[in-house]
Every structure is written in C-alpha cells, then in structure tokens.
C-alpha cells in the first residue's frame, strides 16, 4: 500500500493567492482527517470527514479555509485568500473502521510546507 | 477548556542515557490517551493506553497511564541517535477526534 498521499510536498505563494492542498487516503479507509502543525499551536484538527461526509469542522480557522472530499479516494483542503499566518506544515490522515464505536488507528501523509510570504 | 500538557517541552540527552517524558491531561470523557513519535514528517503511532496501571512495552520504549492523578509517562531506555523525534501525546474526544499536546522535541546527542 502506497499510504496517504499528499500534494504538493511544499508550497511557497504570495499573500492573498489561492492555495489548495491534496490528499489520497489509504484504499479502503473511510475515515479522513486534515490537521495543521506550527510551532506555536502544535498539531491542531481542522477537520474530519466519514464516508466523505464532513464530521466535524470546528477547527478550521475561518472562512478562508475550506475542505472537500467529493469521493473516497480524494479531498482537498483550500485556503482563499491565503495569508502569512497561514503558513504551516499541512497533514492528511486516513482510517478504517475495525473497532465500531473505539478509536481506529490514524495513518499521516507526510505533510505539505505551506509558505505564504 | 480541555488541555493536554506535555513537558519538557525540550530535551537533550546522550546516547545511552534513559529519559522519560511526560504528558498530563484535563479532559472531559476521557476514554485514552495515545502516543505518537515524530520524525522528519508524519507522526507515527506508539501506544494507546486506556487501562490505569498497565504498561505498554515495544522494545525500548514503554508507556503507563496514570487515570488518578491524570499523566502519563513515555520511557526510552538506552537511548539511540534514531530516537530523535518530537514525541506527541493525544487524547482522544469522541471517537475519532484527536486532541495533541504541544510535543516534546528530543535529541540524543552520540
């Protein structure tokens, strides 16, 4: 299995420019997670989709940040406009159900380096 | 507010050395507490504790959850350079929603 997979890897844009990060969970996951990691918040949920439904959102920053999953194999997470405080290191997280109703192990991409300049 | 502390926030050590790192938690519904190491890029999973007083052992590395005194504790014994990692703590809220302390950066100087 090829894990989560996320693009890009980095990503350096200006102040006010649309930034929209990607993620392929593992095949047959249907859990999907979007955090962001700083040195000042550490790593943080913003949100989290079942079965490509979003669950919870209440940790996405504001407005600006938006996420999607349209089907089981991709979602993205868009930032519009971006702003310098945004820049971070992004993760996807994917898991399945085994466990209904206990915690199912989260497996990481391995991030993309946001740099809003 | 729910919060998840670990400290030190910052640790130095030498090759050999054992360290033990700390995590302490005020939660509501607490259901268990798991461990993740960092490397270069994305967490990887060590331990998830949800019994009190039971030791989760992998090799080197050991972990005990304290449900009392609301901590838990992440030992390395002998200490190698490839232990140099953030090390992060979670709580879990809810099923599936994890609550990450602000980590503890180590290095293992040779």
């Known amino acids: 299995d090829a894990g989560v997979i996320q693009s890009p890897r980095h990503e350096v844009t200006e102040m006010g420019q649309e930034v929209t990060l990607r993620c392929k969970p593992i095949?047959?996951?249907?859990?999907l997670f979007w955090y962001r990691q700083t040195m000042m918040r550490g790593l943080e949920l913003l949100i989290y989709?079942?079965?490509?439904?979003?669950?919870?959102d209440s940790g996405m920053p504001e407005d600006r940040f938006s996420a999607k999953m349209p089907n089981a194999s991709f979602s993205t997470l868009k930032i519009q406009p971006s702003e310098p405080r945004d820049s971070a290191v992004y993760f996807c997280?994917?898991?399945?159900?085994?466990?209904?109703?206990?915690?199912?192990?989260?497996?990481f991409g391995p991030g993309t380096r946001l740099t809003v300049l | 507010e729910d919060k998840v502390v670990q400290s030190p926030l910052s640790l130095v050590v030498h090759e050999g050395d054992t360290v033990t790192l700390n995590c302490s938690y005020e939660?509501?519904?607490?259901?268990?507490l798991l461990w993740y190491k960092q490397e270069k890029k994305a967490p990887t999973f060590l331990f998830m504790l949800?019994?009190?007083?039971i030791e989760k052992k992998s090799g080197r590395l050991s972990s005990i959850l304290d449900k009392k005194e609301l901590f838990s504790i992440l030992n390395i014994t002998a200490t190698q350079t490839g232990d140099s990692a953030i090390y992060l703590c979670?709580?879990?809220?809810?099923?599936?929603?994890?609550?990450f302390g602000q980590g503890t950066r180590l290095t293992i100087n040779p």
């Open positions: 939660v509501t519904n607490f259901r268990s």
């Open positions: 997280a994917s898991s399945r159900v085994i466990k209904r109703g206990g915690y199912n192990e989260q497996f």
């Open positions: 979670a709580w879990i809220q809810g099923a599936q929603k994890l609550v």
């Open positions: 949800t019994s009190s007083g």
């Open positions: 095949s047959g996951h249907d859990y």
């Open positions: 989709f079942n079965n490509n439904v979003p669950i919870d």
